[in-house]
């Protein structure tokens, strides 16, 4: 029963992702709102964010500081070689996922020797780099003010649109099966005792440097496809900033589910915009939202809602 239990709950989990999905393909169809369309796309790539961050950090255990390093990495890669070399989009998009999971495993080769603080210090250490160099190399990287004239990744909006979906639907749609696959479980086991699990026979470090690649690579694509959605790089996606906004929206959503941290990303972004309308105390409003949820709604929104839809299912079954 446990196990027939499980599946029903995977499965109703899996139609609730294509509803998402089926929602998400009908915006363009019914909102003419340009201003709407372009903040939609951005929650898509950030949807990417938070889960390549959720399946490393919430997965394994081990909280990156440091994921603006592979944002920035990725949109830089691509503003780069487009910029300077002319390479098409959809040829930098892969060369700045591929220079990212390269800086995974830099990076992840010495931080995963290290436990809690140490490890997320690193990582911030880590990131604090590349965000210096810069300014010292202002002279290819546009300084402060990044570089401008980046080609688009299509020529509409419509197409463009599109395009961050199926972005959005390959990168999360590959995450969360493999969070719900045997190596998920291994990670989840990892998260939970690495001891155990390395007296089980399990390659600990080769299963977490794994998962720092695989994370690295699909932020790189995220922030590869950011730069040619606005036209422009800038030191900003290097900051410490956007990497607690990342773990932000993760815990809000709910951290480990990879669904949970989507939702949250969704959530933070939409409502982040929607206050722009009172400028000068958005940022006091975005932040006592977001303390009320971790205050009320510890686990997260997303795993909180789908606990409470499971009990009012039980008690209508029992009645």
């Known amino acids: 029963m446990p196990e027939q239990e499980n599946r029903s709950i995977f499965s109703g989990e899996r139609v609730g992702l294509l509803i998402a999905l089926a929602v998400l393909s009908a915006v363009p169809l019914f909102i003419e709102n340009r201003a709407i369309v ?21 997965y394994t255990g081990q909280v990156n500081f440091g994921h603006a390093l592979f944002v920035g990495g990725g949109a830089y890669t691509a503003a780069l070689l487009n910029f300077y070399f002319k390479y098409p989009p959809w040829m930098t998009i892969l060369f700045g996922g591929g220079v990212a999971a390269l ?3 830099i990076i992840g080769t010495p931080c995963l020797r290290l436990r809690g603080p140490y490890f997320a210090l690193a990582t911030f250490a880590a990131a604090a780099f590349p965000y210096g160099l810069t300014d010292v190399f202002w002279e290819v990287t546009g300084g402060l003010d990044g570089l401008y004239g980046i080609a688009p990744i299509w020529p509409t909006l419509m197409g463009k649109y599109y395009f961050s979906v199926l972005l959005t639907a390959v990168c999360c749609g590959l995450l969360y099966l493999g969070g719900r ?3 998920g479980l291994i990670l989840k086991a990892i998260r939970e005792d690495e001891v155990a699990a390395m007296a089980s026979g399990v390659n600990t ?21 950011y730069s040619h959605n606005q036209l422009h790089v800038g030191p900003e996606t290097l900051s410490i900033n956007l990497s607690v906004l990342v773990i932000i929206m993760s815990v809000v959503g709910g951290i480990g589910t990879i669904t949970g941290p989507i939702a949250g990303a969704y959530l933070l972004t939409i409502f982040n915009e929607m206050m722009r309308e009172w400028e000068e105390v958005r940022l006091l409003i975005y932040t006592a939202a977001v303390v ?25 079954v029992k009645s």
């Open 181 to 183: 696959s045997k190596k």
């Open 292 to 316: 009320l949820i971790l205050l009320f709604v510890p686990k997260g929104v997303l795993p909180t809602l789908s606990d409470g839809i499971k009990q009012w299912i039980k008690r209508g």
């Open 38 to 58: 372009e903040i939609i796309i951005l929650a898509n790539i950030y949807a990417v964010y938070v889960a390549s961050w959720d399946i490393l950090c919430g």
């Open 205 to 225: 470090t080769a299963y977490k440097l794994t998962t720092f690649v695989i994370s690295g690579f699909l932020a790189g694509v995220a922030g590869a496809f």
């Open 103 to 105: 800086f995974g495993l």
